[in-house]
């Protein structure tokens, strides 16, 4: 049967379920409106805190959440890593795997947040060397930098909870949690600031609690679901598994060259703002504007690049190319036509929604000249974001490192080739770059193929 599994493991274990367009909508669904409630904690943040009168502490919100943003951005590889391990071990249906990859993926979020908090002076002097600001406003933002960072094991730890249970293809939980996280952090911002009269410290201060008790109900729902499906979390022999020594080098290595590639594709974001403000504030604004089209572009072809990583992943640890050929058909089946959508949707709707972003006349004037490059946003990113889904799931991150490294410099010669075109030829290398991440990665699938079968 297409879709179908290969036979059970050796230990008898019933076949896997097909793969069917319920079953992508299961964890793509879930994962569009998770995503799409994102933004709610910065825009929470800044609606409470607007009210208080004053725009230094708008300013010192929005520029705290830029950084934390940042930082968090840059190790979203383990939440991607844990996606990848938990799906391939569900594949092979190995309970004591399904187990190791949460235990494995905790203790590095554990580990990397403790350095954060250890090395926040460091870090924190970095972190406004490279987003500098006013005297009262960087005060400001570094009491917020100063509260937040203790939230970072919490963070990190939920990265791993959310990708473990994408991995399982239970979605569904991964909603609950983020919902909690942001409906949390709305009404302790609330009780803080309008209740207790906290300022920029009552919003970094609801934000840490929010993320910790978040990180509690993950652990809680980790603890129950392991016992539902694999028996306890922590079993007889556990131990020796999570510190094995291969499994350990697998999980560095994968999550090593997620952060490489994440660190080029942050790059090109930089690289784009760089360039934008060179020409002119107007153009920078105008610009930064036009970015909303492709994060809205973004947060719902994840929701089916989430899709591929549990079903690839799944198809790899099972050894099973035919399931790996269906699951890729119908994820990007259903991503094709999402981006077929949001096309249509800018091309109509795109100036009203330029309108609703800003009320500056100019800025307006100058987004609509540069539409057109927005409306292409969803066509040239749809093969890029699915690739990185399969390979993802595939664990194959070294062709996805190479290839974002070469799309990269496909970025920086078309534009240093277009730069006489201005705004034009800047947007032009970036379409050139999406377009470049869909070719190189679609030239090493077949390689992909093969290991899926190889790893039978």
Known sequence: MPGGSSAGTASGAAPLAPITHARVWAVAGPIIISNSTVPLIGIADTAVIGHLGEADFIAAIALGAIIFSTLYWIFGFLRMGTTALAAQARGRQDPDEIRAAIQRACL????????????????????????????????????????????????????????????????????????????????????????????????????????????????????????????????????????????????????????????????????????????????????????????????????????????????????????????????SLWAVAAALLFALVFWLLGGWFISLLTNVAEVQETARTYLPWAILFPLVTVASFQLDGIFVGATRTGDMRNMMALSFTVYIGAWWALQSHGNHGLWAAFILFNVARGITLAARYPALERSVAASR
């Open 108 to 331: 590095v979020g554990v580990t990397v947040g403790a350095a954060m908090i250890f090395l926040q002076l460091p870090l924190g002097w970095l972190v406004f060397e490279a987003f500098p600001a006013g005297g009262r406003v960087e005060a400001l933002a570094g009491d917020y930098f100063a509260i937040r960072i203790w939230g970072a094991p919490a963070m990190l730890m939920n990265f791993a909870i959310l990708g473990w249970f994408i991995g399982l293809q239970r979605a569904d939980i991964a909603l609950y949690l983020q919902l909690y996280l942001n409906l949390a952090n709305l009404a302790l911002d609330v009780l803080f600031v309008t209740g207790l009269g906290f300022t920029v410290d009552g919003v970094a201060f609801g934000t840490i609690i929010a993320e910790w008790t978040a990180m509690a109900l993950g652990l809680v729902l980790v603890l129950r679901h392991a016992r539902a499906s694999t028996g306890a979390l922590f079993a007889s022999g556990d131990r020796a598994r999570l510190m094995d020594r291969a499994a350990l080098a697998t999980m560095l290595s994968v999550n090593r060259d997620i952060f490489i590639r994440s660190a080029f594709l942050m790059a090109t974001f930089v690289w784009l703002t760089m360039q934008g403000a060179a020409q002119s504030d107007l153009i920078l604004a105008a610009n930064g504007v036009l970015l909303h089209f492709f994060y809205l572009t973004a947060h719902a072809l994840d929701g089916f690049a989430f899709a591929s990583e549990a079903f690839v992943g799944e198809s790899k640890g099972g050894g099973d190319r035919q399931r790996l050929r269906h699951a890729v058909r119908l994820t």
